[in-house]
């Protein structure tokens, strides 16, 4: 049984891995320990899978890689691996200079990602034009800053400029282009990492800085609320074609968007009213990005240990 399931694993499982770090960082963030280890359990679990996968059966994956938007979401492992050792240093009280080292390896193993992304598959045809996969290649580095606070603010701040303005030089074409219609249906549910990017930059922003600059924060935040917003458009239409291994894409995203908002509600002082609805927004998006996890964790063990392989 467990052989048929690692067969069956595909590359975009990662992402759930990367969902469920992350919420556990921000179940730790609310002093939700239990929920924040089981996250980490889970997302633990699948990163180990995914490794064992890419020993025992590499030609399987390699197979999946040769796909342009399954290549441009690989950096959900170091991506995960980052958020990993964020959480062991910080929550954990671990200190050592190997998780150093490894945080800069992941740093290191996303950017060789960008550069075989940029030498192989970008550009080549109409589908390998930029679209939502490709916030995870490039913005993904926002993670670098969500992470630096316990390693090296310097590289985080650069990080996260750069993550900036990789996002608004993508967003302008995907929005314009419409390139989500060119996914196929196994991957329409990608089109929700729209809703990542801005709330990912703002969140490496605000966790970096002591004084803020009202004109980044005020913009990131309407631009993420409204990539949220735009994002649950696509929602009603992702649920009612049913579960694809693509719905892991559902989850990182919509994470990041009610962190992005509790982390503002909490380091930034706003008039009364405002902070008010900060809190009651940023809880709203925390319970459904929740369910969202837990949903698309439990349809994956599903699918992992169903017999028949439909997707």
Request: aromatic content about 16%; some cysteine.
């Amino acid at each position: 049984m467990f052989k048929k399931a690692l067969a069956r694993l595909p590359i975009a499982i990662s992402g759930l891995a990367l969902g469920n770090m992350a919420l556990s960082n921000l179940f730790y963030h609310l002093n939700l320990s239990l929920c924040g280890l089981i996250c980490f359990i889970i997302s633990w679990v699948i990163l180990i899978l995914v490794f064992i996968k890419w020993i025992v059966m590499p030609q399987m994956f390699i197979t999946e890689l040769k796909n342009v938007n399954t290549f441009a979401i690989l950096p959900t492992i170091p991506m995960t691996i980052m958020l990993l050792l964020f959480i062991v240093k910080t929550d954990f009280s671990v200190e050592t200079g190997l998780l150093d080292i490894i945080w800069y390896a992941a740093i290191m193993l996303h950017t060789c990602m960008i550069i075989m992304f940029l030498s192989f598959y970008a550009f080549r045809n109409y589908k390998s034009r930029p679209n939502t996969s490709w916030f995870v290649m490039f913005v993904g580095i926002g993670v670098i800053g969500e992470t630096s606070p316990a390693f090296n603010s310097s590289v985080g701040l650069i990080a996260t400029m750069l993550g900036s303005l990789f996002l608004i030089a993508i967003l302008i074409y995907v929005l314009i282009s419409k390139t989500w219609q060119t996914y196929n249906q196994e991957q329409y549910p990608m089109v929700i990492i729209v809703s990542a990017p801005a709330a990912l930059c703002l969140n490496g922003y605000i966790l970096n800085h002591s004084t803020y600059s009202t004109t980044y924060v005020v913009s990131f935040i309407i631009l993420s609320q409204l990539l949220f917003v735009f994002s649950l458009l696509f929602f009603p239409t992702i649920f009612k074609r049913g579960f694809k291994v693509s719905f892991s894409a559902l989850t990182f995203p919509w994470v990041t968007t009610a962190a992005s908002l509790y982390n503002i509600s909490q380091k930034i002082n706003f008039n009364v009213t405002l902070e008010l609805l900060f809190d009651i927004l940023s809880y709203v998006e925390i319970i459904w990005a929740t369910i969202i996890v837990i949903y698309v964790t439990y349809k994956y063990l599903v699918f992992l240990t169903a017999k028949h392989e439909s997707r």
